[in-house]
């Protein structure tokens, strides 16, 4: 699990870096074409136990994004309609398990607020078991969307769509007291009924579904009626979120570069067509090393004292040991140089894909034997599709055992196609690039992109990647 935990009592929070923030699943391309949305909403989930406090929670998140468009659903909305035997024992149904809602309703709803298009949600009538056929809630699209119920946490569909997820945990004592004041008043219920079904389905659902989908959260807020401390930093979080206008908003495992005017004219000589090869490559290589650099700065790193010539100590920081790079062929290559300038002495494997028309597949690699037990720094100058780079990262995580949340993916110019595809397929990788551009061209090149990296670079006419014949996989160290 990961996220922030809070401590009323203490008035202390620990962060956990969340392992992922979503994944672009759901609709088809048509849909996503037709879409006039320039950015996508944040998405929220919040759940916790009957009666936590989810839906104060809530509210007491909107009032503090007051100024941001804010679309509230209740997982209670998704309720299935019982059939008429079940409405005939309705005491004997089970309203909390995942079989009780309307899943894939659900999820369109999601994926449709997504693509910035307006949906129309059911209204559930807990008195007669049913969607009111009269009654729909029209909900418009908005800058933050939040989705409160038991089970937020525990479906995997719904889960995968969250960009932040949230558990609200409160003592089952008090759960119990609002739960039978909540159905009594506001559902038309017993107290006799209401301990009943607490004791035959709500608890043990509890402590079967809900309590283990305390782990999925990446924040954790202890709730006896208020926590100021945790909603404001929630708030914080989600307004840093919005203010980020590009892919960063929704995948946390992804780090663009700072732009400044310098970055921007080397990106300008670059991507100028008539920009001789020894100024592009005289411009590329500078940008590689910042990037380099900006990527050495997610690495871990450890506190070491030295002595000064005049005597003193300093407090300072040094490299965590095992570190080696990994250039993806031909045009990775181009990036050996900036990390060899940024580490002295470092060693540098290969990978050599074969690209297909509709998938990619390994030809060669020679890597460090030790490979596993060492921080690699994945490079390959453009992020297109993103094929080639799923089946390196394959290669190191599946076949020599690299934890992915120990690679770094280094590229100079990013698509947001590839983006998708690593950042969703991978969560705990990070990437780290100097631009995002704007998306892929009929052939799958990047557009505006610098056209054919490896040509521009190595001075060739041709890819030099066609027809490769499979190689052997070697070892090295």
């Known amino acids: 699990a990961c996220g922030f935990w809070f401590t009323e009592a203490e008035g202390i929070c620990e962060y956990r870096f969340p392992v992922s923030f979503g994944c672009m699943t759901g609709i088809g391309p048509g849909r996503r074409s037709a879409s006039k949305c320039k950015f996508q909403p944040f998405f929220i989930g919040i759940a916790g136990g009957t009666a936590s406090g989810k839906s104060t929670v809530c509210q007491l998140i909107i009032h503090a994004l007051g100024d941001q468009r804010v679309a509230l659903l209740s997982l209670d909305d998704f309720y299935r309609d019982l059939t008429e035997e079940e409405r005939e024992n309705v005491i004997d149904h089970n309203f909390d398990d995942p079989s009780a809602f309307d899943v894939p309703c659900v999820l369109n709803v999601l994926d449709t607020l997504k693509f910035c298009s307006p949906v129309k949600t059911p209204v559930y009538d807990f008195c007669h078991h049913r969607r009111d056929p009269e009654k729909q809630t029209d909900v418009k699209p908005a800058d933050v969307v939040i989705l409160e119920g ?23 004592d008090v759960r119990l007291a609002r739960r039978i004041r909540r159905d009594t008043v506001e559902r038309g219920r017993d107290v006799e009924s209401v301990i009943t079904q607490y004791v035959r389905f709500v608890k043990p659902a509890f402590e079967k579904y809900v309590l283990p989908s305390k782990l999925n959260a990446d924040v954790i807020i202890p709730w006896s009626g208020e926590n100021a401390v945790a909603v404001d930093l929630i708030a914080q979080h989600i307004r840093s979120k919005l203010s980020e206008k590009d892919l960063r908003r929704i995948y946390s495992n992804l780090h663009v570069m700072p732009s ?125 599709t993103g094929n080639s780079a799923v089946s390196a990262i394959e290669v190191l995580t599946k076949h020599r055992k690299v934890p992915e949340s120990k690679i770094l993916f280094l590229t100079l110019i990013a698509a947001p196609e590839g983006i998708h595809k690593v950042c969703s397929k991978f969560p705990q990788l990070k990437i780290i690039t100097s631009e995002i551009d704007d998306g892929l061209g009929p052939v799958g090149e990047v557009r505006p992109g610098v056209g054919n990296f490896g040509d521009r670079y190595f001075g060739t006419t041709g890819s030099g990647e066609e027809g490769l014949i499979v190689l052997d996989s070697r070892n090295s160290d």
């Not at 479906?155 to 997820?165: A, F, H, T």
Request: with cysteine; aromatic share 6%.
């Open 260 to 384: 400044t005017m310098q970055t921007r004219g080397m990106h300008t000589k670059i991507r100028c067509k008539t920009t001789s090869r020894s100024d592009f490559v005289f411009y590329v290589d500078r940008l590689l090393r910042l990037v380099v650099e900006m990527a050495l700065g997610h690495l871990p790193f450890e506190e070491t004292t030295v002595v000064t010539p005049v005597g003193e100590n300093y407090v300072g920081v040094d490299f965590a040991p095992k570190l080696c790079g990994v250039s993806i062929i031909r045009s990775g290559e181009a990036m050996e140089n900036a990390l060899r300038t940024c580490c002295m002495g470092v060693k540098i494997g290969k990978i050599l894909i074969q690209r297909h028309e509709e998938s990619s597949t390994l030809a060669f690699e020679k890597l460090p034997h030790d490979i596993a037990e060492r921080h690699v720094l994945l490079m390959d100058p453009i992020l297109a």
């Open 150 to 172: 038991i089970l937020v946490l525990h479906i995997p569909e719904i889960v995968q769509r969250l960009n932040m997820k949230l558990f609200v945990d409160t003592d089952d």
